[in-house]
Nanobody, 127 residues
Framework: QVQLVESGGGLVQAGGSLRISCAAS?????????MGWFRQAPGKDREFIAA????????SYADSVKGRFTISRDKAKNTVYLQMSSLKAEDTAVYYC???????????????????WGQGTQVTVSS
C-alpha cells in the first residue's frame, strides 16, 4: 500500500515562493507511474495543478500555474516537489499529492486516475 506524506506548506506573502514536498513509501512506481498535485480551496472543487511521469519526467501543468509552478521528482528519494513562485492570494488552498499507475499522458489531469492520495498540506498566501 502506497502512502503519501506532504510537507512544506505554510503562510507566505503574495509574490513570494514556497516549495512543498510529497514523500512516497510502501511501493515503487513502474514505467507508467505518475504523481500529481491537486488543490482545493474552501467552497471549490478540487483542481489539477501539475503532474509528472515517474520515468521520463514528462510534465503537465494547469494554465493557471504554468510559468509560476514547477513540478519535479527525486527518484532516489521517492519524492515529488512543487516549487511555487509569484504566489497569489488565489493560490490559497489545501494542496494534495496523488500517485497512480497506468495513467496515460492525456489523463494526467484527471483526479479519478490516481489511486493514492496524501492528507494535504495548507498553503496560505496573504495579500
Amino acid at each position: 500500500q502506497v502512502q503519501l506524506v506532504e510537507s512544506g506548506g505554510g503562510l507566505v506573502q503574495a509574490g513570494g515562493s514556497l516549495r512543498i514536498s510529497c514523500a512516497a513509501s510502501g511501493g515503487t512506481f513502474s514505467n507508467s507511474g505518475a504523481m500529481g498535485w491537486f488543490r482545493q480551496a474552501p467552497g471549490k472543487d478540487r483542481e489539477f495543478i501539475a503532474a509528472i511521469r515517474w520515468n521520463g519526467g514528462t510534465t503537465s501543468y494547469a494554465d493557471s500555474v504554468k510559468g509560476r509552478f514547477t513540478i519535479s521528482r527525486d527518484k532516489a528519494k521517492n519524492t515529488v516537489y512543487l516549487q511555487m513562485s509569484s504566489l497569489k492570494a488565489e493560490d490559497t488552498a489545501v494542496y494534495y499529492c496523488a500517485a497512480g499507475v497506468g495513467i496515460i499522458l492525456s489523463s494526467l489531469r484527471s483526479s479519478s486516475q490516481y489511486s493514492y492520495w496524501g492528507q494535504g498540506t495548507q498553503v496560505t498566501v496573504s495579500s
